[in-house]
């Protein structure tokens, strides 16, 4: 098989979570670009509209579905309603996510709930459903989990602290590696990106008080990440190019965890 026919996803389909914007928006983009067919979700239609024409204009087989991916009511809707949709689901990622900046001295617990509920909760819900309702009985799936640098490690003195991302997100690395071992007998492969800084709405707060400029002198690259660079490394893990890699943490970050 050529390595371009390891790469295509003609043929199969994709449910992404927190596909209306920033990192779910670009992993849509690249896998409906290969051929796959695509659902993408999150909380608030109008965006998601917005995030398909723009898709579709560029070619894309998408359509949407709102849910809230910390909903456990909504999570199950939203598993029905993709496996009905496309038939079945290939290949899922989990990329909705929240985040919460406050020194641990004073985070709010209503806000830590949020964070976990949505960031390793909701995926672990998601996740299980998808797997029950299709890639268990199909004996095939591709899970990318978008986890974070912050997962790897705390942050650096001077930057904002955000405690209760990192322990989410830090969960969600070790998820990963647990359900690989768990789900490699059904020809499953869980896998996870570690992006460093991009710029979302998540992350502008950020990136508006110290500068893209300022938090890109942390990467050997001297830059954070755009609109293409989490494509890549996201096609690697949903298509046959990577079958034979599960339990693995990618950081896609310019080489800050390098340090």
């Known amino acids: 098989m050529s390595l371009k026919q390891l790469l295509d996803l003609t043929g199969k389909t994709a449910l992404i979570t927190g596909g209306s914007r920033g990192l779910g928006l670009q992993i849509a983009a690249g896998y409906g670009e290969m051929g796959a067919r695509v659902v993408i979700s999150a909380r608030k239609p109008d965006e998601l509209e917005a995030a398909c024409t723009k ?43 929240a985040t919460w900046g406050a020194p641990a001295e004073e985070h709010p617990l209503e806000a830590w709930d949020k964070v976990m509920n949505l960031n390793i909760r909701g995926v672990f819900l998601l996740t299980q459903a998808i797997g029950r309702a299709s890639m268990i009985p199909r004996r095939y799936g591709r899970i990318v989990n978008v986890a974070s640098i912050a ?97 693995q943490i990618l950081a896609v970050d310019g080489g800050v965890s390098a340090y």
């Open 55 to 97: 898709l579709r204009a560029a070619g894309v087989d998408v359509s949407w579905i709102a849910a809230d991916a910390a909903s456990e009511a909504d999570i199950g809707r939203l598993a029905q309603e993709a496996v009905t949709r496309l038939g079945h689901v290939d290949i899922l990622v989990n990329n909705a996510g």
């Open 151 to 247: 997962g790897l490690f705390g942050n650096p003195p001077d930057v904002m602290s955000t405690i209760a991302y990192n322990t989410s997100k830090g969960a969600l690395v070790n998820f990963t590696r647990a359900l690989a071992t768990e789900w490699g007998r059904h020809n499953i492969t869980v896998n996870a990106l570690a992006p460093g800084f991009f710029p979302s709405k998540m992350t502008k707060g950020v990136i508006a008080q110290y500068g893209a400029d300022s938090l890109a002198r942390f990467a050997p690259l001297k830059r954070i990440g755009d609109d293409e660079d989490l494509k890549g490394a996201a096609l690697l893990f949903a298509s046959d190019a990577g079958k034979h890699i599960t339990g």
